[in-house]
Nanobody, 122 residues
Framework: QVQLVESGGGLVQAGGSLRLSCAASGRTFSTYAMGWFRRAPGKEREFVAGQRWSDVTTSYADDVKGRFTISRDNAKNTMYLQMNSLKAEDTAVYYC???????????????WGQGTQVTVSS
């Protein structure tokens, strides 16, 4: 069992920055990938960014490349999503997730966090 707890969401103006955190506990993460999805109002949940735990292979959705950066603190079992140059269309609930096969695009999610709201005002 893996528990994921997100934090760091909030309200920010367009052009601003936020950093999301995802603290993981439970099973070892050496074979996992972790990352982020988001669900905007009226839309389906979509992949944002992911990273393989073992070798930092990283993937990003096209519309966040160059603006978002995923990173981690191994000692704290915590993954971060630094979001810069935020746009109104980044408004969504952001979910942390793990993939047990180490797929940095998180195509086989095993565990989800509860989500954290990010609202970008224009």
């Amino acid at each position: 069992q893996v528990q994921l707890v997100e934090s760091g969401g909030g309200l920010v103006q367009a052009g601003g920055s936020l950093r999301l955190s995802c603290a993981a506990s439970g099973r070892t993460f050496s074979t996992y990938a972790m990352g982020w999805f988001r669900r905007a109002p009226g839309k389906e949940r979509e992949f944002v960014a992911g990273q393989r735990w073992s070798d930092v292979t990283t993937s990003y959705a096209d519309d966040v490349k160059g603006r978002f950066t995923i990173s981690r603190d191994n000692a704290k079992n915590t993954m971060y999503l630094q979001m810069n140059s935020l746009k109104a269309e980044d408004t969504a609930v952001y979910y942390c997730a793990t993939d047990p096969y180490g797929d940095s695009r998180l195509r086989s999610v095993a565990y989800w966090g509860q989500g954290t709201q990010v609202t970008v005002s224009s």
